[in-house]
């Protein structure tokens, strides 16, 4: 019996051939529609560069142990010019954006079509560079070629040229005769950066990195922030150095870290005008400063009373900049918790009632609503409100959170706002990457020697690699993926430091300026085949690639 439509016609079906012909044609669109997505994403698949790969972990029962092949691919070199090459941060790009609010010097990186596809030379008689912790205090001066920064702050000890290095008196400009006294005075002002109560600081605009140098024998772990500007090369030198250091800017994005991370935040004449645009830098400031976190000014206008001739200003118009800076601190829930001489520091409120006042309609700044995300910093825009703390926390404050080194292995409590975070999983990371490191070092013997210091975790979990490593002469730079869980609160948390990217394009870094550039798993190779030429290694560079 044949079917029928409604109207009593026979039905009739197209035979399976006819029907084969446009769902083969749309499957090959679709196809080619995603290979053109990927090619957009990231360009140029299956490419890698690397000095030494190593596979590690177990092969599974279905699969059969095998070595790693690795596709042997060529690049041309740049021209000389390219030696201090760093794609998003591109003088050479700079007059295409704006000067408000310094816009040009934050990260604008190259399209795809622009990309350079060559190796970056280093300069004419780069040698490799001096070991920690030897090179704290000097560096070759043919590995960092800078002059300017040498003859317009040679008064002030930032660096002296003797011969072919570089040496590091100590100096700053607060602090002419040596970052020692300096960091002395401020131990006096603050006593809990002498206890592991304060781990992890952030240095705004760091000259070549020497408070974060002093601060790594004192057990504090500095992130050193710069813009590549007029100063050349601040962040350069102070990865030469050996100091943990990034380049960035507080400008219309928020930096590239988590609501709550550093446990003191340090401004040594740094430039930045606080009380400018409603305070919005130190709204940021206040965004990246966890509870009871400290936060440290020198230079103006503290002091003012006594500095403000030096300062080509007048005593009225400092004591206004300082009255105007006590104001919005205030309204920010930040108190000032010491002074003395050219030195001030205010304390982060622990207390969320002092957020209740910012119910008021005509309150400054006003609260940031309930659809920002507070940890959301990857090309993010600054807003003109405050970020109010979770008052589910209870144990992420600086007076709650543990003092280092035990705060290391706490489990933190922000991991239970992870997908499938949990204190077991939290150990048993931990307990994997103590097992691995063994297996690491004896592929890589120079891991855990003066060999090897700057180190990246391109796509670090919960920090248990670096965590790992903490008793070797290392530091490590802790990468979560701007498109990943987002895991580095926890990584800060337990007293280490990281940043946000998006490995689809350059880190905010200078060329040559990490030994051991460490993968595990998820990784294409596209995604750092652009970073390997270009970016991160220096004369010694180890990659260890895990499988996933």
């Known amino acids: 019996m044949k079917n029928k439509d409604k109207d009593g016609k026979p039905l009739s079906y197209p035979d399976k051939s006819s029907r084969m012909v446009p769902m083969t044609i749309m499957f090959l669109v679709l196809c080619g529609f995603s290979f053109y997505l990927g090619g957009i994403f990231c360009s140029e698949k299956d490419r890698i560069v690397s000095?030494?790969?190593?596979?590690?972990?177990?092969?599974?029962?279905?699969?059969?142990?095998?070595?790693?092949?690795?596709?042997?691919?060529?690049?041309?070199?740049?021209?000389?010019?390219?030696?201090?090459?760093?794609?998003c941060t591109d003088p050479k790009r700079w007059k295409k954006y704006g000067t408000h609010r310094l816009t040009f010097l934050e990260r604008h990186c190259p399209p795809i079509f622009e990309r350079k596809d060559c190796l970056v030379p280093p300069p004419d008689g780069y040698k490799p560079p001096i070991r920690w912790p030897k090179s704290k205090n000097e560096c070759w001066y043919r590995n960092v070629p800078y002059d300017w920064i040498n003859k317009q702050k040679s008064n002030q000890n930032w660096l002296r040229k003797e011969g072919e290095k570089f040496l590091f008196p100590g100096g700053g400009t607060m602090?002419?005769?040596?970052?020692?006294?300096?960091?002395?005075?401020?131990?006096?002002?603050?006593?809990?950066?002498?206890?592991?109560?304060?781990?992890?600081?952030?240095?705004?605009?760091?000259?070549?990195?020497?408070?974060?140098?002093?601060?790594?024998?004192?057990?504090?772990?500095?992130?050193s922030l710069a813009p590549r500007d007029n100063h050349e090369a601040q962040v350069q030198f102070a990865l030469e150095r050996g100091i943990p250091a990034i380049l960035g800017i507080i400008s219309t994005q928020r930096l590239p870290f988590p609501s709550n991370s550093f446990d003191m935040a340090h401004c040594s004449r740094c430039l930045i005008p606080w009380t400018e645009f409603g305070g919005i830098y130190l709204l940021e400031i206040h965004r990246i400063l966890r509870p009871g976190g400290?936060?440290?000014?020198?230079?103006?206008?503290?002091?003012?009373?006594?500095?403000?001739?030096?300062?080509?200003?007048?005593?009225?118009?400092?004591?206004?900049?300082?009255?105007?800076?006590?104001?919005?601190?205030?309204?920010?829930?930040?108190?000032?918790?010491?002074?003395?001489?050219?030195?001030?520091?205010?304390?982060?409120?622990?207390?969320?009632?002092?957020?209740d006042k910012l119910t008021n309609?005509?309150?400054?700044?006003?609260?940031?609503?309930?659809?920002?995300?507070?940890?959301?910093?990857?090309?993010?825009?600054?807003?003109?409100?405050?970020?109010?703390?979770?008052?589910?926390?209870?144990?992420?404050?600086?007076?709650?959170?543990?003092?280092?080194?035990?705060?290391?292995?706490?489990?933190?409590?922000?991991?239970?706002?992870?997908?499938?975070?949990?204190?077991?999983?939290?150990?048993?990371?931990?307990?994997?990457?103590?097992?691995?490191?063994?297996?690491?070092?004896?592929?890589?013997?120079?891991?855990?020697?003066?060999?090897?210091?700057?180190?990246?975790?391109?796509?670090?979990?919960?920090?248990?690699?670096?965590?790992?490593?903490?008793?070797?002469?290392?530091?490590?730079?802790?990468?979560?993926?701007?498109?990943a869980a987002n895991t580095l609160p926890v990584v800060y948390d337990r007293g280490l430091i990281g940043t946000y990217h998006d490995w689809c394009e350059a880190f905010?870094?200078?060329?040559?300026?990490?030994?051991?550039l460490h993968l595990d798993g998820l990784f294409t190779a596209e995604s750092h085949r652009y970073e390997y030429g270009h970016s991160l290694n220096r004369s010694v560079s180890y990659i260890i690639s895990k499988q996933p």
């Not at 092969?59 to 740049?78: A, D, G, H, R």
């Not at 936060?295 to 300082?322: A, H, I």
């Open 361 to 483: 309609p005509d309150a400054y700044p006003p609260k940031c609503d309930d659809g920002t995300e507070p940890d959301a910093a990857w090309y993010t825009p600054l807003r003109p409100c405050i970020v109010v703390p979770n008052p589910k926390l209870k144990k992420s404050a600086l007076t709650t959170v543990p003092k280092w080194p035990e705060r290391l292995s706490v489990t933190p409590e922000r991991i239970s706002y992870t997908p499938s975070g949990s204190s077991n999983a939290f150990k048993h990371d931990d307990s994997k990457w103590s097992v691995r490191l063994k297996h690491y070092k004896s592929l890589l013997p120079a891991i855990g020697t003066e060999k090897i210091r700057n180190v990246m975790d391109m796509n670090t979990m919960y920090g248990g690699f670096a965590a790992a490593v903490v008793n070797d002469p290392l530091w490590v730079m802790n990468v979560v993926s701007s498109y």
């Open 175 to 223: 602090f002419p005769k040596g970052v020692g006294a300096y960091v002395d005075l401020m131990q006096d002002l603050i006593p809990e950066m002498q206890d592991g109560t304060i781990r992890t600081a952030i240095d705004t605009g760091c000259g070549v990195a020497s408070w974060g140098g002093d601060l790594l024998d004192r057990g504090i772990l500095t992130v």
């Open 51 to 87: 000095n030494d790969v190593a596979k590690t972990g177990s092969p599974s029962k279905e699969v059969s142990s095998s070595p790693l092949q690795v596709k042997s691919v060529s690049f041309t070199e740049c021209s000389a010019d390219y030696q201090d090459y760093t794609p």
């Open 508 to 516: 905010s870094t200078y060329p040559r300026t990490y030994d051991l």
């Open 294 to 355: 400290f936060w440290v000014l020198s230079g103006p206008p503290v002091n003012y009373e006594n500095r403000w001739r030096g300062w080509n200003t007048t005593v009225e118009e400092q004591k206004s900049d300082y009255d105007k800076l006590q104001e919005l601190l205030t309204s920010m829930c930040f108190k000032l918790y010491n002074k003395k001489d050219d030195i001030a520091v205010w304390q982060k409120s622990v207390d969320n009632s002092c957020y």
